[in-house]
């Protein structure tokens, strides 16, 4: 989090892209900075992999620039490429070959001089912690230690931006944080990290600047605490009432406090500003007595996923049928 | 990036992932080919359709042309005509055919007046179209009685028909058909190989290759590469197999190195097009359905397990635009008749060399345009 460079590693203008009638990304613009750990998140489906795709020049954006460290990503691909280095989502390692030959297969295709290579494969597998094993099969590697390989392979060509398609998917708390610390480890040491997502809390903890995005549109950009902000609101409520009395809880807030509330699976969430805040516990009592059975009743300042539902009207879901744009069209049209 | 080095690079990658299975490559090939040289042995081959006849008729009577068009009517013979005896003799003995029916010039009268070369393959069908080929002669000749060493072991004596057996190369059916299990076993490896190419897709391997500054059109050519190497191991395994059961390469050591060049022209083909189908399908289970309904029919077309002639009319053109078949009749010239006539050679591979240009341009192109 240091470093922070006013310099744009990244610039993307006006990006579009078409399949058939889908508009999988929609007029998005942003800019990162040098040094800076930038979110891209969404819910599946919302045209976080194909942004990243079109900035590897795996897919030709519709419409709209792309411009990686100032050199136009469509004239120039291949010197953008080695300024870049992804992760993706899936664990992709070379299953029948060993982490030692994975590493070097890359070093190869990034034409690292062979003097080189041996060097660099040695540093690889000491930062992903699998010197023991280098001689065994990828394949029957655990996934934490699949993903640090295919970590410390994206790593190998030290590129300056590190480009993360949801790292941490799939992994267990334990290898989760250890790739948090380890994103932040590689951040301090200078590297600008791109980071898609869709978990809020990650988001939060991590990122420098966030951008939301939905449908391939681009809701909101800004700092997490920016973000948190333009909810306007100082609190969240959340009550889970009887199930026979949803409907008479939701209708008494409206009637009796003006708060406008929206029924999320059991839970029905409001956000109120300061002038309700106060009333959390008036709010509380009225509802006991009217007879109405309250299971659980909490107050917390919004969370990214507050502001998603209201950025979104949804909390994070999948969307099965923009899926095509996304991870799905990637592998193949 | 250049792509030679890229090429280079990921061709160490798949002969990596080939050593990583070598023990069930190898034992793959290995029972594939031994089976059906088992197979094939004990096989007269009596699944045939048509023995295949070259004529050559020396006599140009009226009666002469009734004699042959009266054997082409039978629906088991399929006939050919040949200007040069020496010609004819060349492909029975490359066993691109079971009989050479000689009409000599004093035909219907003379004794003998037709001359009769036969392959000692395929005995069963050989004796039943000896007799058709006699009983036809028969009815053009004054002559009453004939006789056949082979057919009827009797006393009588037809001094119209006179029939020679020829010695093949060897006598037996598994040799004819190893030419055929060579390929076979070449186009397997190879399909396998550009299969895969789908799996990787999937998986996403592939991706994890594009988003590094390589030429896409690598990604192809690694393969064709790799699939020389493990092309040029089976060949091995597949000689040793023939080895084994008795099956010599009739033109010997050199021999041997004109069946790497031949299996290596014949698996750019068929990689590619395996490539192709990898391209048009979108997953595994359909990929492989539709390659093994291609390789089956590509094998079956090839001449490689019964003479192109034998099959019907209408499919023998099929085997023309066949690559196999220019492969296979290479092998054949190499392993059986042990002598590789400069007009083959010339014809089967430039034609094997075409099909490998088409189809690697063709796959490249498809294979470029799937990946934007």
Redesign the interface.
């Known amino acids: 989090m240091v470093a922070m460079g006013s310099r744009n590693m990244v610039e993307v203008q006006n990006l579009v892209k078409r399949f058939g009638s889908l508009t999988a990304v929609d007029h998005v613009s942003f800019q990162i900075h040098e040094g800076e750990i930038f979110g891209i998140l969404g819910p599946n489906g919302a045209g976080k992999t194909t942004i990243i795709n079109m900035l590897?020049n795996?897919?030709?954006p519709t419409s709209g620039k792309i411009r990686v460290s100032g050199i136009d990503i469509s004239e120039e691909?291949?010197?953008v490429?080695?300024l870049?280095g992804?992760m993706?989502q899936?664990t992709?390692v070379?299953a029948?070959?060993t982490a030692r030959?994975n590493l070097r297969?890359?070093c190869?295709?990034?034409?690292i001089p062979s003097q080189e290579i041996d060097k660099r494969v040695q540093q690889g597998l000491e930062d992903a912690g699998l010197v023991e094993f280098a001689d065994q099969?990828a394949g029957t590697f655990s996934g934490g230690m699949q993903r640090r390989l295919g970590l410390v392979r994206a790593l190998i060509?030290e590129p300056k931006i590190l480009v993360l398609d949801e790292p941490t998917s799939g992994l267990d708390i334990q290898n989760r944080n250890t790739m948090h610390n380890r994103i932040r480890e590689l951040n301090r040491k200078g590297a600008t990290i791109i980071l898609t997502t869709q978990y809020l809390e990650e988001a939060d903890i991590l990122c420098d600047r966030i951008a939301i995005i939905d449908h391939g549109k681009m809701v909101a950009i800004g700092t997490p605490l920016q973000i948190k902000e333009t909810t306007g609101s100082e609190k969240v409520l959340e009550l889970v009432v009887g199930a026979q009395d949803t409907q008479r809880a939701i209708s008494m807030l409206k009637s009796k406090f003006g708060i406008s509330s929206v029924l999320q699976g059991d839970m029905i969430v409001a956000l109120l500003d300061r002038k309700h805040e106060r009333e959390f516990t008036r709010i509380s009592k009225m509802l006991d007595s009217s007879g109405i059975t309250v299971v659980s009743r909490s107050m917390h300042p919004p969370t990214l996923n507050d502001v998603f539902v209201k950025l979104t009207g949804a909390r994070m879901r999948d969307r099965t049928g923009a899926m095509r744009g996304g991870q799905a069209s990637?592998?193949?049209? | 990036m250049g792509i030679v080095s890229s090429s280079l690079a990921l061709c160490e990658r798949e002969l990596l992932i080939f050593k990583a299975n070598l023990a069930l490559n190898l034992a793959r090939t290995f029972f594939i080919s031994a089976v059906y040289i088992l197979l094939f042995s004990y096989i007269g081959g009596s699944a045939i359709i048509n023995v295949p006849v070259v004529a050559v008729n020396y006599a140009n009577t009226p009666q002469s042309f009734q004699f042959l068009s009266s054997l082409a009517l039978q629906q088991s013979i399929s006939i050919i005509q040949s200007t040069s005896q020496f010609q004819a003799m060349q492909m029975l003995q490359a066993g691109k055919v079971s009989f050479v029916v000689v009409v000599l010039p004093g035909f219907p009268s003379s004794v003998p007046s037709v001359q009769v070369y036969y392959s000692n393959v395929q005995s069963t069908v050989t004796s039943f179209a000896l007799s058709v080929i006699q009983e036809r002669a028969e009815a053009f000749t004054i002559a009453q009685s004939f006789q056949s060493k082979f057919f009827l072991p009797s006393s009588d004596i037809s001094p119209s028909v006179l029939s020679t057996r020829v010695n093949v190369a060897s006598g037996a059916y598994k040799d004819f058909v190893f030419p055929g299990i060579i390929a076979m076993v070449i186009i397997f490896s190879s399909v396998f190989s550009g299969i895969t190419i789908i799996t990787d897709r999937l998986g996403g391997n592939i991706k994890s290759f594009l988003v590094t500054p390589i030429n896409k059109g690598a990604i192809l050519l690694s393969r064709i590469l790799s699939c020389f190497v493990q092309t040029a191991i089976y060949i091995v395994v597949v000689l040793f197999v023939g080895e084994v059961s008795g099956i010599h390469v009739a033109m010997g050591a050199i021999g041997v190195i004109w069946v790497f060049l031949i299996g290596l022209m014949l698996s750019i083909s068929f990689t590619s097009i395996a490539a192709i189908i990898a391209s048009r399908t979108k997953d595994v289970q359909s990929a492989t359905l539709v390659s093994q309904l291609v390789v089956i029919w590509f094998w079956l077309l090839s001449g490689g397990i019964f003479p192109i002639l034998s099959l019907p009319s209408w499919l023998q053109g099929f085997s023309i635009i066949d690559p196999m078949t220019y492969a296979t009749d290479a092998l054949r010239n190499v392993v059986l008749l042990g002598s590789f006539p400069l007009s083959s050679i010339a014809i089967d591979f430039a034609i094997l060399a075409l099909s490998g240009v088409i189809t690697t341009a063709l796959s490249i192109m498809l294979f470029k345009s799937r990946l934007e």
Do not use: A, G, H, S
């Open positions: 590897f795996l897919l030709m691909p291949f010197r490429k080695r870049l992804l993706t899936e992709i070379e029948d070959l030959e297969l890359f190869k295709l990034y034409e099969r060509q990637v592998r193949w049209k």
